[in-house]
């Protein structure tokens, strides 16, 4: 990291955990054992983003879609979630803000009032920002926002010209936090799979194909110098 400048440093950073399946299947082992290694290296990276003063973080865990995988397979990630829950309850001194986007009801009301809690109790956090995108779609995200537009017209708070874009961005799961730099796929595959959809309008997307568990810092660090060689436009010139 010591030879990338500071500013050229994306402010938010999101990563799709893929690759865990096939990272056990190559040595034989069930898809579960993929994703346990797959929540040791969201620890690693979460840690080292932090280190290195990445303001927001974005883990794409839980798709709205993923609710289809074998049972056996959801209820691994379930633990593995909830593991995570009851350790960030321990260890609030890491003060980081933790925000989950997407419908918290689907995990049932004993994890969604802890997830609740955690996004409360750790509000004020203003080192780094974690946000874990769980039973959370791009367009489920938008089709959320525009409910909550519907009803604010129904009840007369606000009328068609008051709908633009920054209305749109503040009434999604991310409402509040800046739009997303830079997109990390791992496992080769290349595309956004209804993540962020919104929110990486202008985001530089990056591909590897080393597998999620295997993700290294020193691969965030390619990645970073990567992002900090790119010339972002916004549609200027
Ligand atoms: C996609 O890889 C990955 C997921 C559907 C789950 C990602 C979740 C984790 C890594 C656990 C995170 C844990 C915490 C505590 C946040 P895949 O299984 O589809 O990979 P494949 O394409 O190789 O089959």
Redesign the pocket.
Known sequence: MSNIDKNKLPVHIGFI???????AQKRGLP?KM??RE??SA?RRIARYCKKIGIKYIT?Y??STE?WKRPADEVNE?MR??KE?LDEVEKYAEDKTRLIFLGDKSAFGREMAEKMTQLEESSRDFDEMTLM?AMNYGGRDDIVHAIKRIVSMSDSKEISCSDINESLVSSLLYTGGIPDVDLIIRP?GEKRISNFLIWQSAYAELYFTDTL?PDFTANELDKALADFAERSRRFGGV
Request: aromatic share 30%; proline share 0%.
């Open positions: 955990m893929d690759g865990n399946g096939r990272w898809r993929g994703h797959g929540a969201f883990f865990a839980f993923n990630l593995l979630f995570y874990l496992s999620w």
